[in-house]
């Protein structure tokens, strides 16, 4: 197993992620397996294991807490997140975390994060009302929470705005990064926005939810003729590269991921140069996108203010599979800074140095997020799961 430092810690580079833990066919989460899974996972080097409160239907926690309780505390690093992205009438970050300590059935967290700064929940976390940051902090200096750090499926502006105001406070951060959203969801900007300000990168999303383990047989031809592997390792060892990536956090349902996964990160072995440029072909060949540059010629005279390149960016997003990130980036923009505010006049197709059909590509975006379930119904059915599992608890 790869091992990296993080402020004397030796962490395992390769995290158990259980978002997405295997299930038997009633829909249940199959604990036996997890059980196998993670034996499996401690015994052969994996020492991070990261969970969170909407996990699994608001299971995840609960399933690793009865999981994790034969094995000794030290014998492992437990990471959960805060949901202050969750949209919701109220905020208790003292409840929940409270909570979180009697499912994980643990005394501390050696890793906590503000899950998910968006733009919308930025205003959640800074809210003096619910004072989350300033509790957080608190138990941290308690001792209750080892290391704090915070994730993020916001964008540049978002993030820069983050860490200009508690960059001094997070210890790291986790964004979605793997070799399709080097360049489309802009990881390579982020990744070098943290390493300038000497915040260790967490990785989510390394394979985009399956996606890079389940390649087209010519890709992987492709590949092979450089390297052996599987699909999924060459995304493992694309990360390999990258100094400041201290964690990549895999979301395993199977115990054959558990055992692929694992050899990938047995030794250091880094994609060449020629991989790279094969992974960058193969990512290139995921996505049609649409060729803006960002030169902006085409926001002078948009008589409603759009920022035509952002949206068409987000939209290069959502054609590359990014759907829910999308929404959730949206969510923030007032009614007439959607792209359902163009009206259509074409002033900006007029002077498009690329000849985009701007208002062509805006009405198919505003088409394709139609169909797109929106965040705050996704928040209200997980606290019905909430409330669900919280039932369950008490029964």
């Known amino acids: 197993m790869i091992y990296r430092d993080f402020q004397g810690l030796s962490l395992s580079m390769l995290g158990f992620g259980t978002m997405r833990l295997p299930l038997k066919e009633d829909g249940s989460i199959n604990e036996e397996l997890v059980a196998e899974m993670t034996d499996y996972a401690l015994s052969h080097g994996i020492n991070y294991i990261d969970t969170a409160w909407p996990y699994m239907n608001n299971r995840s926690e609960s399933v690793m807490g009865r999981v994790l309780a034969k094995y000794p505390r030290d014998n492992y690093y437990l990471a959960t997140k805060y949901p202050g992205h969750m949209i919701a009438e109220t905020y208790d970050p003292a409840d929940v975390f409270e909570r979180q300590l009697k499912k994980c059935q643990t005394d501390y967290f050696d890793f906590y994060l503000l899950h998910n700064v968006y733009e919308n929940s930025i205003q959640v976390y800074e809210d003096p009302k619910w004072g989350i940051i300033d509790y957080f902090l608190e138990q941290k200096k308690n001792g ?17 705005e983050f860490l200009d105001k508690y960059g001094d406070e997070m210890e790291f951060c986790q964004i979605q990064m793997n070799y399709l959203d080097w360049k489309l969801q802009k990881a390579d900007e982020k990744y070098r926005i943290l390493t300038e300000r000497n915040i260790p990168v967490w990785v989510m999303e390394p394979l985009r939810g399956g996606k890079l383990a389940s390649l087209e047989e010519d890709q992987l ?7 052996d592997g599987s699909a999924a390792s060459f995304g493992f060892r694309w990360m390999q590269q990258f100094p400041n990536v201290t964690m990549v956090l895999s979301g395993m349902s199977a115990m054959d991921q558990m055992v692929d996964n694992i050899n990938a990160f047995d030794h250091e072995d880094p994609t060449s140069a020629e991989e790279n440029k094969a992974l960058a072909d193969i990512a290139a060949s995921m996505t049609d996108l649409i060729p803006c540059t960002a030169c902006r010629y085409c926001c002078d005279g948009c008589p409603m203010g759009l920022d ?15 759907g829910s990130t999308v929404a959730m980036q949206l969510d923030a923009l007032p009614d007439d800074k959607l792209p359902s505010a163009c009206i259509g006049c074409g002033a900006c197709a007029a002077v498009c140095p690329q000849r985009i059909a701007i208002p062509d590509e805006l009405a198919k975006f505003t088409e394709e997020l139609n169909k797109l379930p929106r965040w705050a119904d996704i928040c209200k059915a997980r606290a019905e ?3 669900k599992a919280r039932e369950e608890e008490n029964a």
Do not use: T
């Open 144 to 160: 209750r929470i080892k290391h704090l750090g915070f994730s993020s499926h916001g964008d540049i502006p978002l993030l820069k």
């Open 221 to 227: 031809a492709q590949l092979h003729a450089l390297h």
């Open 308 to 322: 035509i390149p952002d949206l068409l960016h987000k939209y290069n997003q959502l054609r590359g599979g990014a």
């Open 385 to 387: 799961a909430e409330k």
